[in-house]
């Protein structure tokens, strides 16, 4: 028996791409046995998304699904079929937890909602995942990962910062890679386990349903309640007057002097230069401009200010700086990439990154744990399934078919 801290959860998952894979991933991960189901022709999407090692797509190769499905059990089965629907059932007998993304109202048509599945097993936690909620009149319509951003409201104050000052003419953007996706994956995780108590207290399961654009507003919570106050944030009003993202010898830095200790502290590493000599006087102008209705352009002082940062900054690395503002007691903090990251000291410490060897893919480096557990250890205990790779443990081991009757069910297109 495992003694990590979900050992003995038992977990179906019907996902695909990122945000129900990445809920299953850290169930599994923390110990729960989850066994991910993919349609028989083609599986998870991420398969066919990469990035592929030597550019070469192949199906058992993506470094997204690789990474997305890691310590789970991988079988193939058609729910659409009588048959599979079936055996999909009787999975579900057994197990404590069901996660799903399919579009909103798909499931049911299958007969295979909720109600139908709390028939077969009453304690099902049931989690799905969809662009807009399984209620609305947004709940049927289709939603790209680009869209889902954008309809959460991050998009709006993006690029925020100094980058507003570089650019001040450009669109609302979307953050780099799969941001809403992953955090959505997380939030359907915190919201399966609350579920999931619930269902071990009360001895009844419950649904679970989560709406990707929901998630994003959720991380612009703050930005909710300036509207209370009738205060509409957007890029422009969130930049400072000087400093922040800054260009350094050897890359970029963040530095965020929001009070006065700070912007002391800042001065007293740049040397006490002539030009800041009265550093009271600039520190209470400094909060005037940032936090008094600066709002488009800096002044003629901004900018003369900003110029002497510039060309100090350009001076020094981004650790000698990032160094000696904590040292000063001002806010900064590098911006490393994945290079960086990957061949950081305080990570290679700290053990995050783990290898983990795929019989097609081989062996890569794959980003660790979210947490440290002392008592009920996280680790990664197999590697992403090849499709289709448990269906004879699962099926005959688990659900009594035979061998023959496997290939039957894989000639007739069930799995």
């Known amino acids: 028996m495992s003694n990590k801290a979900l050992a003995g959860l038992k977990v179906v998952e019907y996902g695909s791409f990122v945000a129900a894979p990445l809920a299953g991933k850290l169930l599994a991960d923390m110990g729960a046995e989850v066994i991910k189901i993919e349609a028989p022709n083609g ?31 991988g079988v193939t089965l058609d729910l659409r079929n009588s ?37 077969v097993n009453p304690k099902l936690v049931m989690t799905s995942v969809t662009p807009f909620g399984q209620t609305g009149p947004y709940k049927n319509f289709k939603s790209h990962y680009l869209t889902t951003f954008h309809a959460g409201g991050e ?12 650019f001040p003419d450009r669109q609302p953007i979307k953050v780099g890679g799969f941001f809403g996706e992953y955090n959505t994956g997380v939030d359907a995780t915190i919201g399966t386990l609350g579920a999931l108590w619930g269902a071990m207290e009360t001895g009844k399961g419950t649904y679970v349903d989560v709406s990707q654009q929901e998630v994003l507003l959720g991380l612009l919570r703050n930005d909710v309640l300036k509207f209370n106050e009738g205060f509409i944030e957007r890029r422009a009003t969130r930049i400072y007057p000087v400093a922040g993202l800054m260009q350094c010898k050897d890359g970029f830095i963040q530095i965020m002097p929001l009070e006065a200790h700070m912007w002391y502290g800042l001065l007293e590493l740049m040397g006490n230069p002539s030009w800041a000599e009265n550093p009271k006087e600039l520190y209470r102008y400094y909060i005037k401009r940032g936090f008094g209705g600066f709002d488009k352009v800096r002044d003629d002082k901004c900018n003369e200010m900003q110029f002497h940062l510039d060309e100090w900054a350009l001076q020094h690395t981004k650790e000698e700086i990032f160094h000696g503002a904590q040292k000063k007691g001002c806010a900064a903090g590098p911006v490393y990439d994945m290079k960086e990251l990957y061949e950081s000291e305080v990570l290679k410490e700290r ?11 081989g062996t890569y480096t794959y980003p660790g744990a979210f947490a440290k557990f002392s008592g009920t250890p996280w680790g990664i205990s197999s590697p992403a399934p090849t499709l289709g790779q448990h269906n004879e443990e699962v099926y005959c081991g688990r659900l009594g078919y035979s061998k023959e009757e496997l290939v039957l069910l894989r000639q007739g297109g069930v799995i």
Do not use: C
Not at 93 to 115: C, H, K, R
Not at 351 to 361: E, G, K, L, R
């Open 155 to 166: 998009g709006f104050t993006m690029p925020g910062g100094i980058g507003w000052l570089l």
């Open 43 to 73: 599986g998870d999407e991420a398969r066919r998304m990469g990035p592929f090692p030597g550019d070469q797509p192949h199906p058992e190769k993506s470094g997204l699904y690789l990474y997305l499905n890691t310590s789970k059990k």
């Open 351 to 361: 053990q995050y990154f783990v290898d983990v060897a795929h019989p097609v893919a």
């Open 83 to 119: 048959t599979g629907a079936a055996m999909f059932k009787r999975l579900i007998e057994a197990a404590d937890v069901f996660i799903e993304n399919t579009p909103a109202g798909t499931m049911q048509s299958w007969g295979l909602g909720y109600e139908a599945l709390r028939e």
